[in-house]
């Protein structure tokens, strides 16, 4: 048995830091927007962002199990094995993504602002996969624009002027 191995500080493989490197992007991302939903001013009621937590984590299972799962288009996480964390952060950043954006929606606000969110949902998924914990396989990140534009132009300003009209 070599007795360098033995002495070598956890972390100190490159393997070790790169994951640990990797980590730090979901962990920051995660306390980031869990500040933003926590501290923003809440303009959805309780019952607005129950419902749109039903939708947006469905649509964010869905998405993940198709494209990650059946066909293989990438995976979350620096492991092949799949953590708590990952489960953490792939029900979590989608939800408050579209919590923060619905909750400052207007009926009066810009194309711009969507398109923004489309712009900002882009950048976030490329560091995820540049800071190397989303690992693309059959997967561009550019596939996801067309998705954006559907979700944040058209699906959830649909879904916030139904839920406001029926109550």
């Keep these: 048995m070599d ?13 070790e830091r790169k994951v640990c490197l990797t980590m730090w992007y979901a962990y920051t991302i995660i306390v980031v927007f869990l500040l933003i939903l926590l501290f923003m001013p809440k303009k959805l ?8 937590a039903g939708v947006l984590g469905f649509g964010a299972w869905l998405g993940d199990a198709l494209i990650g799962d ?3 288009g ?14 953490i952060f792939i029900s979590f950043i989608p939800l ?8 400052f929606l ?6 711009l602002y969507k398109w923004l ?17 989303m690992v693309n396989k059959a997967w561009k990140t550019w596939y996801s624009i067309p998705v954006y534009i559907l979700v944040f132009v058209v699906l959830l300003p649909w ?3 139904t839920m406001r009209n029926e109550q």
Excluded: C
Excluded at 96 to 103: D, E, K, P, R, V
């Design 159 to 161: 879904h916030l002027k």
């Design 3 to 15: 007795t360098l191995k033995l002495i070598q500080p956890i972390g100190s493989s490159l393997f």
């Design 96 to 103: 408050a993504l579209g919590l923060i954006y619905l909750n």
């Design 45 to 52: 009621t309780l019952k607005e962002m129950y419902y749109s």
């Design 106 to 111: 207007t009926q009066n606000k810009s194309v």
């Design 70 to 72: 059946v066909f293989k």
């Design 117 to 133: 969110w489309v712009a900002a949902a882009y950048l976030l998924e490329w560091g995820t996969v540049v800071s190397g914990y």
């Design 74 to 87: 990438f995976r979350i996480g620096p492991s092949p094995d799949t953590y708590l964390i990952d489960y």
